[in-house]
């Protein structure tokens, strides 16, 4: 029996993974995605009949950290992922083949999986003056992006770039980037923001799909709900020092020595959906708010053009060290400043200048 025809059961006892190791496997990713206990033999009998899933991977107009966080996956591993889970079967960088020898790959591929893989895309699309801004084999990613989409099954825009056109698409644009969703609009995609993305997100995604056929339940930006359903401000270990009304007013003060919240900084983590605090980065160690630092809302829409700057209080404040007695005194004051400025971002117009 070929590999191509072998079920992923087949292949894993091969290799002496378990039926018992694939429910514990299971286990953790209906936890990992929010899903009921019962759903964990359901998800293991389905993986164990499931044969490898195609993916194809188009890199537009990016940094290449959505791919490095593939790379630092840590539950399933790159390795499992690739050999055991998914067929990854175009990715110009970790592939060897090069040239027309890669187009070739890219072609074959989506002829014997035509209708059945998953289209992954990391990157903005440029769509200005026809997409020359960026191009791959001489041919603009606009055009790939139309060319592989009708016969993928869904599509996968991994990180802020692909889902809303991220730093490119930031003041004044000159490329005219997008995300996927602005160029394709009859396809299933889930969009998986973040710069980048948190690793076991992605995994968590691939995953679901290989079990279930299908993206899992998405949020009205496409965002899978599991882990883009709550806020990092909800999550958060500092939380009940803002609920307290402790708030650092430098990043070298006692109360940022002491954990205390970090909103009068610029923490943007009460309009950012995501799951850093949860899940965290580097196999559970930590996030930006643990490592001091407030969060950017890297994976929220437009993030990098955000009124008054990452350092700018969403209550008003303007940069470190700036004191409002109103906010001290009252946290319900930050939950209001924070929603109405959620709102206000929701439908701004984009901005007229750079960032100051």
Not at 101 to 119: D, F, I, P, S, W
Not at 302 to 315: N, V
């Amino acid at each position: 029996m070929s590999a191509a025809d072998a079920t992923l059961g087949e292949m894993l006892g091969k290799s002496g993974f378990s039926r018992r190791g694939l429910l514990k496997f299971s286990i953790a990713m209906t936890a990992s995605l929010a899903l009921p206990p019962g759903v964990a033999s359901a998800m293991a009998a389905n993986l164990a009949q499931a044969r490898r899933q195609s993916v194809i991977w188009l890199s537009f107009q990016e940094c290449t950290g959505c791919l490095e966080t593939l790379l630092r996956t840590s539950s399933p591993t790159i390795a499992a992922l690739i050999f055991d889970y998914i067929s990854l079967d175009y990715q110009e960088a970790l592939m060897s083949a090069a040239g027309s020898a890669a187009e070739l790959t890219l072609r074959q591929a989506v002829a014997a999986n035509r209708g059945k893989y998953l289209l992954a895309i990391d990157g903005s699309v440029p769509v200005a003056d026809g997409g020359v801004y960026s191009l791959t084999g001489g041919q603009a990613n606009v055009s790939m992006l139309q060319q592989f989409a009708p016969d993928a099954a869904a599509i996968l825009a991994i990180g802020t770039c692909a889902a809303y056109g991220g730093i490119p698409k930031a003041y004044p644009n000159p490329t005219g980037a997008v995300g996927v969703e602005d160029v394709i609009t009859n396809k299933p995609i889930v969009n998986i923001p973040g710069c980048p993305p948190v690793p076991e997100v992605l995994s968590g995604v691939l995953v679901y799909f290989v079990s279930f056929g299908r993206l899992p339940d998405l949020d009205d930006r496409k965002r899978p709900l599991a882990y883009f359903g709550t806020t990092i401000h909800d999550q958060c270990y500092r939380r009940p020092f803002y609920d307290q009304g402790k708030f650092a007013k430098s990043f070298d003060d006692e109360g940022a020595r002491q954990g205390w919240c970090l909103f009068e900084l610029g923490c943007k983590g009460p309009t950012t959906h995501n799951a850093c605090a949860s899940l965290k980065w580097n196999d559970n160690t930590s996030f930006p708010i643990e490592s001091g630092h407030g969060c950017l809302g890297c994976s929220e829409p437009d993030f990098w053009d955000q009124e008054g700057g990452f350092y700018t209080s969403l209550a008003g404040g303007k940069g470190p060290g700036w004191e409002d007695t109103g906010i001290a005194a009252a946290g319900g004051i930050a939950v209001g400043a924070a929603a109405a400025f959620a709102a206000r971002h929701k439908t701004a117009k984009p901005p007229q200048g750079p960032q100051k």
